[in-house]
């Protein structure tokens, strides 16, 4: 009998340690949630971030936005970070940036329209244009997506009502937070 009560004793005793460790452990995981700075995004996002030196006149439209990678369940720890310039549907540019190494959400091919170097690698720009009930791809009034990959961080800068000099511009313009 006594040596059950010293197993009973021994087992509570390591769950309250469990319990004691668990809590006293520090929080490293990555958050998600809306932050005023992008200081802010970065902490919660756990990977270093770039942040736009040049918005061409476009306010930034929300908070950053740190969100989970939802592509894949392997991806969902992975965070993906945007931030927003334009307040108008006419014109807006926006820099979205996670540690999946690749795309977290799913987007239409579009067309091949240009390869561009940005922060020391070759970024690939295509847009949604050029094909039936699409604009011009000279267009000013189509979507473009620069997308790029550097240190397992995949990045993509994207515009509508910008031309593509303004989006490649606004990407070589980014710099670490």
């Not at 306010?59 to 965070?79: D, F, G, Q, T």
């Not at 540690?99 to 847009?127: E, I, M, P, W």
């Amino acid at each position: 009998m006594m040596a059950t009560i010293a197993i009973g004793v021994a087992a509570a005793a390591s769950v309250v340690s469990v319990a004691t460790i668990a809590v006293a452990a520090p929080v490293t995981a990555a958050r998600t949630g809306l932050f005023a700075t992008w200081h802010g995004a970065q902490a919660a996002a756990g990977f270093p971030l770039l942040r736009p030196t040049r918005t061409y006149g476009l306010v930034r439209a929300s908070e950053v936005i740190v969100a989970r990678c939802e592509i894949s369940k392997k991806k969902a720890a992975k965070r993906n970070v945007i931030g927003e310039y334009g307040l108008t549907p006419a014109a807006n540019l926006t820099i979205s940036q996670n540690n999946s190494n690749g795309q977290c959400t799913r987007t239409s091919k579009g067309k091949f329209l240009g390869k561009y170097h940005v922060d020391g690698v070759t970024a690939s720009l295509t847009g949604d244009c050029g094909s039936k009930d699409l604009p011009s791809c000279l267009s000013k009034k189509i979507f473009l997506f620069l997308a790029w990959r550097k240190g397992g961080v995949y990045y993509q800068a994207s515009s509508y009502g910008e031309s593509r000099g303004v989006l490649v511009s606004f990407a070589r313009g980014l710099v670490r937070v």
